[in-house]
């Protein structure tokens, strides 16, 4: 297909089935796919508009409706030709259509300045840690010259794994937070664990012998399962307690800046230490047995860990703004068309 603005284009078949594209440029590019149908807009329709009703539930079902019939998702031509849309007047049209591509350019921009300050991230990480042996990163602040040091994990602080919680204890709302691995995925938790979905009361905790991690700051991680090979990690200021299915290392406050061991825990990959077995798991040994380096200045070490928070605040900025103008779009395209 020689393609011209406006054009809408969308997938016959296959795992993309019904995923719909509107080409914007205007250079006459050539575009060729065995299971790609292209729609044309006449002078009554509005490309904006009827790309964005391709987006609404309404479309999404009659994809799901008509694409299951046979062991490989497909929709007949005919059948899609035959699917009615409705349509205000062109002006109304055009009107929609704009105020969804405003917001597809704002999402647009979130997600490039989110994925640029990831590589930012990941990049400085690199370079701000010493790599290869070395004791010397590649990228130091001014005034710090001396060489790392390199040291295991258990002179820094200690590994603990987490305990049962029988699902009668679990629920409550007020207490101590009781950490499991689902909290990591809760909004507002994508940094430091400070929103948990069971807190224990003292009567619990007496009443079950059950002894808090109270030497903070901690990172948390899992420890055991699936969830280990994310290699996520987590801070926590606060006394907590954790499931079985967990492991936290309580950092010496003497020895590490808990924003620089938190950048430094990113770094260690804790997938290294997976035992082979029916689950993936590591005990608190191998934790503590890693060796890593870190500059002898505590100075040195909050400059680092000020940096890499305050890069993380961004990232987390513009995730967040991302998945507020998400739920803005899912929201308006549920009640701005028929």
């Not at 996520?232 to 290392?249: I, S």
């Amino acid at each position: 297909y020689l393609l011209k603005e406006g054009d809408i284009l969308f997938a016959r078949t296959g795992a993309s089935v019904g995923k719909t594209y509107l080409y914007k440029a205007s250079d006459g590019k050539t575009y060729y796919a065995g299971f790609l149908i292209r729609a044309h807009v006449s002078d009554e329709a509005d490309a904006g508009f009827i790309f964005q009703s391709t987006l609404t539930e309404r479309y999404k079902q009659f994809v799901l409706l008509t694409s299951q019939r046979s062991g490989q998702p497909g929709i007949n031509a005919q059948e899609y030709s035959d699917l009615l849309l409705p349509l205000p007047s062109l002006m109304e049209q055009r009107r929609i259509g704009a105020f969804f591509d405003r917001l597809d350019s704002l999402i647009t921009l979130h997600q490039r300045k989110y994925d640029k300050l990831c590589v930012l991230k990941k990049s400085m990480l690199d370079k701000m840690f010493p790599k290869g042996g070395s004791l010397y990163p590649e990228i130091r602040f001014a005034g710090f010259t001396d060489p790392w040091e390199q040291r295991k994990l258990g002179e820094l602080g200690f590994a603990q794994s987490g305990i049962g919680f029988p699902d009668a204890e679990q629920g409550g709302s007020e207490g101590i937070p009781f950490f499991k691995v689902s909290d990591m995925n809760t909004p507002g938790n994508e940094r430091e664990l400070v929103i948990s979905n069971n807190y224990v009361t003292a009567d619990q905790i007496a009443r079950m012998s059950w002894h808090p991690i109270c030497q903070v700051p901690a990172i948390f991680f899992a420890k055991v399962g699936a969830a280990v090979l994310l290699n996520r990690k987590r801070l926590v200021n606060e006394p907590f307690l954790l499931d079985n299915n967990t492991m936290a290392f309580s950092m010496d406050p003497n020895r590490l800046d808990s924003q620089f061991g938190q950048s430094l825990f990113e770094r260690i990959d804790l997938t290294s230490l997976v035992q082979v077995g029916a689950l993936p798991s590591y005990n608190a040994s191998d934790v503590e047995d890693m060796a890593v380096s870190l500059p002898d200045h505590m100075d040195e070490q909050r400059r680092i860990g000020a940096f890499f928070d305050h890069l993380d605040s961004l990232i987390t900025l513009h995730q967040r703004k991302l998945e507020l103008l998400r739920n803005i779009k899912k929201s308006m395209l549920d009640k701005m068309f028929v």
